[in-house]
């Protein structure tokens, strides 16, 4: 059976599953913001903990394979990342990174929203934007939040 299970565990299945499974995190946070369930599953440790398995399944791989420290060359350049990046393994953790911390944004948004009294439309904008492009839908709320808290913070 943990054979099937392994077998089962593709890179390629890791990736579909991770982007389709956070998809209805993200369907609480713009449908429901402020209900329970949404609070339940979206700002606990549930998501994280989900996608940090995959992370560390990978991370595993990664050590098992004997390249681990292929990834320290990361800094010295784009050449470098570029080719950090054609690993598969690697790529599929960064990609985990990216939805984790996207999803994490999300949460932030949706519940600052309803701190602040931000009309759904613009934290449905900001939620979309944050999906697709990261901070670039961060900053389209925090702009939209400074009309509605009445103060501009660079940091809370």
């Known amino acids: 059976m943990i054979n099937n299970f392994q077998e089962f565990l593709t ?19 713009i449908i429901a913001p402020g209900h329970m369930l949404t609070k339940f599953l979206t700002q606990s440790i549930i998501p994280a903990l989900l996608l940090a398995f995959a992370y560390i399944y990978l991370g595993y791989n990664i050590f098992l394979s004997g390249n681990i420290f292929d990834g ?44 602040y ?16 492009s990261g901070p670039v839908g961060l900053v389209i709320y925090w702009l939209i939040r400074i009309f509605f808290a009445k103060k501009i913070n660079f940091n809370e």
């Open 11 to 29: 890179y390629e299945n890791i990736y579909l599953v991770a982007n389709l499974g956070i998809i209805p995190f993200w369907l609480l946070l």
């Open 117 to 132: 009294m931000v009309p759904r439309f613009f934290t449905v904008i900001s939620l979309i934007a944050t999906y697709f």
């Open 72 to 115: 320290f060359n990361l800094y010295y350049g784009i050449n470098e990342l570029y080719a950090v990046f054609s690993d598969e393994a690697f790529l599929l953790i960064f990609w985990l990174h990216f939805l984790s911390i996207s999803l994490f944004v999300g949460s932030w948004i949706a519940s600052d929203s309803i701190k």
